[in-house]
C-alpha cells in the first residue's frame, strides 16, 4: 500500500508492503514489529490525551529520543521504498531537509501502512 505525505513542504510517497520488515531488519538490525508496537503504544499516549491536558501531561505523552528514532527511520525506509530519490542513511535525508516534518502528520499514516500491512488474506482452516 502507498500514501502520499507532505516532507519538509513537498509531497513524498510512503509504501508499505511485506518486504519492509525485512529491509528494515538489514538496514537497522533491529526488530520491526517489535519496534512499530513501541511506536503505536507511544501515538495512543499522544492520542488519548484530553483536551484540557496540563503542560505536565503534554509533556509526559511526548515522544522519547527512542521512539522518534523509530519514526525517522520507518519514515525514511518507507519513502525509499516507494522509490522516492532519498540518500543512503536516514542522517543524510533528514540533513537535507530544510525544517522538520510533522511526526503528528506522518505518524499516523505510517501506523496505517503498518496496520493494513499487518492484514492477513489468509483464510483461517480452523472456526
Same mark, same amino acid.
Not at 521504498?81 to 516534518?101: K, N, Q, R, Y
Not at 505510517?110 to 483461517?124: D, H, K, S, V
Given at each position: 500500500?502507498?500514501?502520499?505525505?507532505?516532507?519538509? #513542504?513537498?509531497?513524498?510517497?510512503?509504501?508499505?508492503? !511485506? $518486504?519492509?520488515?525485512? $529491509?528494515?531488519?538489514?538496514?537497522?538490525?533491529?526488530?520491526?514489529?517489535?519496534?512499530?508496537?513501541?511506536?503505536?503504544?507511544?501515538?495512543?499516549?499522544? !492520542?488519548?490525551?484530553?483536551?484540557?491536558? +496540563?503542560?505536565?501531561?503534554?509533556?509526559?505523552?511526548?515522544?522519547?529520543?527512542?521512539?522518534? +528514532?523509530?519514526?525517522?527511520?520507518? !519514515?525514511?525506509?518507507? !519513502?525509499?521504498?516507494? #522509490?522516492?530519490?532519498? *540518500?543512503? +542513511? *536516514?542522517?543524510?535525508?533528514?540533513?537535507?531537509?530544510? #525544517?522538520?516534518?510533522?511526526?503528528?502528520?506522518? $505518524? *499516523?499514516?505510517?501506523?496505517? $501502512?503498518? #496496520?493494513?500491512?499487518?492484514?492477513?488474506?489468509?483464510? *483461517?482452516?480452523?472456526?
Amino acid at each position: 500500500m502507498e500514501r502520499t505525505v507532505q516532507i519538509d #513542504g513537498r509531497p513524498m510517497r510512503l509504501r508499505a508492503s !511485506a $518486504l519492509i520488515p525485512r $529491509l528494515y531488519r538489514f538496514k537497522f538490525g533491529r526488530d520491526m514489529m517489535a519496534d512499530m508496537a513501541k511506536l503505536t503504544r507511544a501515538y495512543k499516549r499522544l !492520542a488519548d490525551l484530553p483536551q484540557d491536558a +496540563t503542560e505536565e501531561q503534554k509533556e509526559e505523552a511526548q515522544l522519547e529520543v527512542a521512539e522518534l +528514532t523509530i519514526f525517522e527511520n520507518v !519514515a525514511y525506509l518507507m !519513502a525509499k521504498h516507494a #522509490g522516492e530519490p532519498v *540518500p543512503d +542513511t *536516514p542522517e543524510e535525508w533528514l540533513d537535507g531537509m530544510d #525544517g522538520i516534518f510533522s511526526v503528528y502528520e506522518v $505518524l *499516523p499514516v505510517i501506523l496505517e $501502512l503498518w #496496520g493494513y500491512n499487518m492484514q492477513t488474506t489468509a483464510i *483461517p482452516k480452523k472456526k
